[in-house]
């Protein structure tokens, strides 16, 4: 017989800023990691593309139901190619009946959350960007080719359709 109490609402709140902590924190190490990546990524792509462009059409990979439920794309400027951080929602667990729980991902709130750690939109990142507190510009939300949705900071309410994108409403 488990005899543990069920955590009130003050312990599940401590947990939840201890574990979100964390992963802005572990964001706030692999940006430039992951901007190293994307340039190596972006320059294979450009060769695809160029090779496509020669030899037939080029096929866009659409995200997994589970990637679309979990990630949101955060972009720096109003453009599909600035530098972005892709923020991503982990499943956790019950502690108490080891049930499930899935995170939905809420790209509003993980976009602004971003931009107020400065994870995104400053030059350098905060030394702590969990005690940061940077201005969230107005954010414009868009589905990417992908299925993944996609926050960028304008007030444009037609962006999305000049890129060629499909507005996002939450």
Same mark, same amino acid.
């Given at each position: 017989m488990n005899t543990e109490q069920i955590p009130n609402d003050q312990? !599940?709140?401590?947990?939840? =800023?201890s574990i979100r902590s964390a992963v802005l924190t572990e964001v706030? =190490?692999?940006t430039k990691r992951t901007r190293n990546l994307r340039i190596g990524i972006a320059g294979a792509a450009a060769l695809l &593309?160029?090779?496509g462009a020669t030899g037939g059409a080029v096929a866009v990979k659409m995200a997994t139901q589970d990637e679309i439920q979990h990630n949101v794309a955060c972009y720096s400027a109003p453009s599909l190619t600035?530098?972005? &951080?892709? &923020?991503? &929602?982990a499943d956790g667990y019950n502690v108490n #009946?080891?049930? *499930?729980?899935?995170?939905d991902a809420d790209p509003v709130a993980l976009c602004e959350? #971003?931009? *107020?750690?400065?994870? !995104?939109g400053q030059a350098t990142i905060p030394a702590d960007p969990n005690t940061a507190n940077f201005p969230v510009p107005a954010l414009q939300f868009c589905t990417l080719r992908t299925g993944i949705i996609a926050g960028f900071p304008t007030d444009d309410g037609s962006f999305c359709?000049?890129?060629g994108l499909t507005t996002w409403l939450p």
């Open positions: 312990e !599940i709140d401590r947990r939840l =800023r706030g =190490r692999t &593309v160029g090779l600035a530098p972005h &951080v892709d &923020v991503t &929602v #009946s080891g049930a *499930k729980l899935v995170g959350q #971003s931009w *107020k750690a400065g994870t !995104i359709d000049n890129v």
